[in-house]
């Protein structure tokens, strides 16, 4: 099955800096590769989204990269904020058939 | 969005029973519903695939006798974790498909077996 691993754990940069984290998938059938933000003992929420089709999506401050060859994808925050504290999870799916998740990325924005 | 209710939010048992979990849709028909479970600070574990009107599929090492799942409607899914022990204590979330690969998540259970 697919086996989705996501860097670094955990993450903390200076208000306003960027941050960024990274995930490898296994299995290339894996077409659709969603990125959800978790705030504690809440819903993830979909943050940004990318299919296999798009090289790059930017969503304001948000831009997910997908690197198909290399089975990586990448999420980028720009100007972060305190809000953006949270974490994070990438995901890998085939069409909306199973959703794999990555273990997760503990990010704090430092006022 | 979708919006996505999870009953109970909270649930704490004696070891052995059984507590059953309820998924619901409340503005859409979701054909595709999804278990998942969650331990504190650790990522979610795809538990199994619910599909309306037929069984679901459950991921590798996930016991269906253990965690059983009916999807009897749209709009409702349940699950099941029968004889309950402290190891199954966690915090289970579903979620639904809508609009294809677009996935939205109740607000979880959590569930604490004494």
């Known amino acids: 099955g697919e086996n989705v691993e996501q860097h670094p754990s955990t993450l903390s940069v200076q208000e306003g800096d960027s941050a960024v984290i990274k995930c490898t998938y296994s299995?290339?059938?894996?077409?659709?590769f969603p990125w959800y933000k978790q705030e504690l003992g809440k819903r993830p929420q979909l943050i940004i989204d990318?299919?296999?089709?798009?090289g790059e999506k930017k969503d304001q401050r948000i831009a997910v990269t997908l690197n198909k060859t290399a089975k990586h994808f990448s999420l980028h925050i720009t100007e972060t904020q305190p809000e953006d504290s949270a974490v994070y999870f990438c995901a890998a799916s085939i069409t909306g058939n199973q959703f794999y998740f990555g273990t997760g990325t503990s990010l704090t924005v430092i006022p | 969005g979708a919006v996505v209710s999870q009953h109970p939010s909270w649930v704490i048992c004696k070891s052995g029973t059984s507590v059953k979990i309820e998924c619901r849709s409340l503005d859409f028909q979701a054909t595709t519903m999804f278990w998942y479970r969650q331990f504190p600070k650790q990522s979610l574990m795809l538990m199994a695939t619910?599909?309306?009107?037929?069984?679901?599929?459950?991921e590798q090492g996930v016991e269906k006798d253990k965690f059983l799942i009916n999807h009897a409607s749209l709009t409702l899914s349940t699950l099941t974790v029968t004889s309950a022990h402290p190891e199954d204590s966690s915090f289970y979330i579903c979620?639904?498909?809508?609009?294809?690969?677009?996935?939205?998540f109740g607000p979880g259970t959590r569930l604490l077996v004494l």
């Open positions: 990318i299919r296999s089709n798009v």
């Open positions: 619910s599909n309306e009107g037929s069984k679901a599929t459950y």
């Open positions: 299995d290339s059938a894996s077409n659709y």
């Open positions: 979620s639904q498909l809508a609009g294809g690969e677009t996935q939205y």
